[in-house]
């Protein structure tokens, strides 16, 4: 079974500033999609980026990028600028190519210093 | 609708009650689907719909769990006879048709929050 690691319950960081939130898996499947979710205070989760496991390239959005090493089975997210508004918790979640549920890490809150 | 919506925001309930949680998908979306988000926890999945294919109840923990989606729209969950574990956020997603060979980012709501007392 597939399972999702996220080994920081807690993250801190000054406004501006960089940082990384790891997420491991494990799989046994070649082919999958791995996902970064933002939950606020609102309790709506929302999308903050994915990644193909067959595109070699790491995604980005704007402030946000992933360093994905598909060998290591490992898939951190990279918050560069801090703002206030990225204090939220972080779940990491995996899904298997030509399934549809998603498996998520416990997840890591984030607080943003000003 | 704009976005995935829920109700109630939030409920209270006494131990044994039963409970109905409302989710009204995006419009338009077939896929719908069920997780439960307990304290200091992940998401859990509990069942997914699509379309009028009959849905995958895998995730459910109990018999006392049970979901329907009626018209391919509007889903709801019921809980019977409900047990303090059961105190979580019930979390709905939505998707749109999934086409072969891609991932379709899932659109959650903003939960119900459940107090079993």
């Known amino acids: 079974a597939q399972t999702v690691t996220q080994s920081q319950p807690e993250m801190s960081v000054q406004e501006a500033e960089t940082v990384t939130l790891s997420c491991t898996y494990d799989t046994s499947e070649s082919d999958y999609y791995l996902f970064w979710y933002k939950q606020p205070p609102s309790r709506q989760m929302i999308l903050v980026i994915r990644q193909e496991a067959y595109k070699q390239q790491n995604a980005t959005e704007n402030r946000f990028s992933v360093n994905f090493q598909k060998a290591a089975k490992s898939f951190s997210l990279k918050i560069s600028d801090s703002q206030l508004g990225d204090a939220a918790m972080y779940f990491c979640a995996y899904e298997g190519a030509g399934t549809y549920k998603y498996i998520f890490g416990t997840g890591t809150r984030l607080k943003v210093l000003a | 609708g704009a976005g995935v919506s829920q109700s109630p925001s939030n409920k209270v309930t006494e131990k044994g009650k039963d409970v109905e949680l409302r989710c009204d998908p995006i419009?338009?979306?077939?896929?719908l689907y069920w997780y439960r988000q307990s304290l200091g926890q992940g998401l859990e999945f509990l069942i997914y719909f699509q379309g009028n294919s009959a849905p995958d109840k895998s995730g459910l923990p109990s018999d006392r769990f049970s979901a329907e989606r009626t018209g391919g729209s509007v889903s709801t969950l019921t809980i019977q006879r409900t047990q303090q574990e059961d105190s979580a956020v019930y979390l709905c997603a939505s998707s749109s048709a999934r086409l072969a060979g891609g991932p379709e980012t899932q659109y959650f709501g903003p939960g119900t929050r459940l107090l079993v007392l």
């Open positions: 419009s338009g979306h077939t896929a």
